[in-house]
């Protein structure tokens, strides 16, 4: 096989030089790789390949395509260390986050997909009793792929967040163009030499490295865009998509909260706690990024939070088991967290543990523990997306509703409480397209259960049936088999015709119960 950096080279050979992107290791600062940055001629030349390629893919059907598919899954449990040394070394995350949800979401992905595809996509027969104008007929739902999918990712998990959401488009018969995040492009080239040595046809799965300049000329070729990113550049996603009038979806930030009740499992809310934040170094769309703590159960929650963090080993994530919290991938978000902490700070708020970069060569930011917050405060408004957790007492679960709701994100959620019920209750009047109660982030894994954001984190979902057929066109049959040589309503217009009709409507809908 290829290497990853042979490979855009190859494929290429027939264009001017592009410019380059420079991959580094967040953990050491190392240049890793260079990649090309497509320009618009060539994004538009894979895109006219995958074109042609499409048609034939789509003929494999679904046992076909579910081969190569379950293929990859083989070949991803047989290189898994070099799949999380290559996330590893763009991301500066550990071995144990880049296994978890690179590598063992989209290895559970390829089975799933394979398997639910021809499921969630079996043509549907739908009954036509109900309506005199079409009784009778033959009334069948089809799932046709939309043709070309666009899928642009970014860098906190450059697998699972690109790759994964192209398996299902793959599935459902489309071929793909992946633009991953400038910041991690080589997983995504790997997993596009993975699905070439596993037997997918040339040109259905193809990456296209490059900024955001890339992303936006993609956008102007394919027939559907599956964008997750940043809320600002999805806002810029969605209106090239209403330019080229394609169906676009979003799976963007948010600042999930974290009500725990006092009757709660405290000691398992507290490893929770400290795990759903500080996984992943914070970089986690779905991770813990403020928590509400009822008055009775604060003071002892805080202390075993405050313990557990501070036994937290950061640092170069150097092998197996060598850390629980690597880098920060992106210098500019070490920025922002930064900036949160210290306006956090200003505001008031204490720093229990942490509170400030690491001296030395790599990007890493400790994990930090803040009490004292409120919602003046950056930390609990915006999204952080790094080490940090925030800690605020509140009177009762209520209050904390109140204040989870008041966000503009609405993308995760979860209750912590011994009382079912009442978890339950309490989640349902959370605005969030996705609540856990006694527990957190591990939704994403179940991929029956969809996963969207509500509010200013998304539109859409992925996962479950909605996962699929949104890559694909719905197209309606009607089937006429037996039928008269003229229908009473057409031509020529007569009054007994027009009134004896009327009657039928009158017959059929009108022993409805009056309000
Ligand atoms: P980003 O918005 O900066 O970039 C995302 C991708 O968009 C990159 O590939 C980038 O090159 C591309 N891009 C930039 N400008 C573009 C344009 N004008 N048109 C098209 N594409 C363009 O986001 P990021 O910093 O890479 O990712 C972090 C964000 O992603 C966080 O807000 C995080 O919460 C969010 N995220 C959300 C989910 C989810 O499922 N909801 C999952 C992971 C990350």
Known sequence: MASVEERPAANLADRPPPATIRVENPASGELIATVPSLTREQLASLAARARAAQPGWEAHGFDGRGRVLRRAQRWMLDNADRIIEVVVSETGKTHE????????????????????????????????????????????????????????????????????????????????????????????????????????????????????????????????????????????????????????????????????????????????????????????????????????????????????????RQGSPDGIGAVDVGAVTLSSQLEIVDEHVRDAVAKGARVLTGGHRRPGPGHFYEPTVLVDVDHSMKIMREETFGPTLPIMRIPDAEEGVRLANDSSYGLQASVWTSDIGRGETLARTLEAGVVCVNDAQINYSALNLPMGGWKASGLGSRHGENGIRKYTKIQSLLVTRRALKREPFMFPYRARRTMTLRRLFRILYGRGKRD
Not at 180 to 191: D, F, I, N, Q, R
Request: some cysteine; hydrophobic content about 45%; proline content about 6%.
């Open 97 to 312: 986050d880049a296994q978890l949800a690179d590598f063992g979401y989209t290895v559970a992905a390829l089975g799933f997909w394979a398997r639910q595809a021809p499921r969630y996509l079996a043509e549907e027969r739908v009954p036509s009793w109900n309506n005199p104008i079409a009784v009778g007929k033959k009334l069948v739902i089809r799932y046709a792929p939309i043709g070309l999918v666009g899928v642009i990712g970014p860098w906190n998990f450059p697998i699972a967040n690109s790759f994964g959401d192209c398996i299902p488009a793959l599935a459902a018969g489309n071929s793909v163009i992946l633009k991953p995040s400038e910041v991690t492009p080589l997983s995504s080239l790997l997993m596009e030499a993975m699905m070439r040595e596993c037997g997918l046809p040339e040109h259905v799965f193809q990456v296209a490295t490059g900024g955001g300049g890339a992303g936006a000329d993609l956008i102007a070729e394919v027939d559907c865009v599956m964008f997750t990113g940043s809320g600002p550049t999805g806002r810029a996603v969605i209106k090239a998509a209403a330019e080229a009038l394609i169906p676009c979806y979003l799976e963007l930030g948010g600042n999930d909260p974290m009500i725990v009740c006092a009757d709660a499992d405290l000691e398992r809310a507290a490893n929770a706690a400290t795990f759903y934040s500080m996984n992943n170094s914070g970089q986690v769309c779905i991770s813990v990024e403020r928590c509400y703590v009822e008055q009775a159960a604060y003071d002892r929650f805080v202390e075993q939070v405050t313990a557990n963090v501070r036994k937290l």
